[in-house]
């Protein structure tokens, strides 16, 4: 995945993925990724797609502003897949009918003062099963092989869970410390109002009782 604007470490990806080839995994391309989106900025992040593989792509607004974003998908062709804006999350899937690069930009160009931090999720194909390597002319599973595939199911479930449950966890967090921090100027401000209304209020009942007396020569 490449990202507008943006440098990454190649030399770290190409060990991972020259070490993940000379171990033979099956692996489902994606990406996940969190970043701060400036105000009056918008960034974008290619994506190189096969003809015919299912693609899904999530994202969500974690911090900044009210929590929105504009998002846009367009296929190698320019062709606009997905376009909507000020949108706070959303998930969509498609599946590719051209070979190519795809691009997604997120635009927080609307926004003159906040800046966004936004997570998105990037996934190419389906997973493959646990049970791919076994041989092809095994009949049926073990109860060992079973349980493993059904621990893996529930393991990747889990972290799935765990994404969202961290992702709201950050993003109600967040929220609550703005709030927090708007009370507390809220509430210094009201007691800056209360003591200057009680100053004036003495100097208003003193000068009622100030003796004046005209002195005549």
Known sequence: MECLASTSSTSMFVFVTGLLCLLNVHTVLSGELTFELPDNERMCFFESIKEGLKSTLEFQVITGGSYDVDMELSAPSGQILYKDT??????FTWTADQTGVYKFCFSNEFSTFSHKVVYFDFQVGDKPP??????????ALTLMESSAVVNHEHLNQIVDYQTHFRLRESQTRSFAEDLNERVLYWS?????????????????????FTDKREVKT
């Open 130 to 139: 646990l049970t791919a390597d076994i041989d092809s002319h095994a009949t």
């Open 86 to 91: 000020k949108k706070q999350y959303d998930t």
């Open 188 to 208: 210094v401000g009201q007691s800056l109002v209360i003591l200057i209304i009680t100053v004036g209020q003495v100097l208003i009942m003193k000068s009622f």
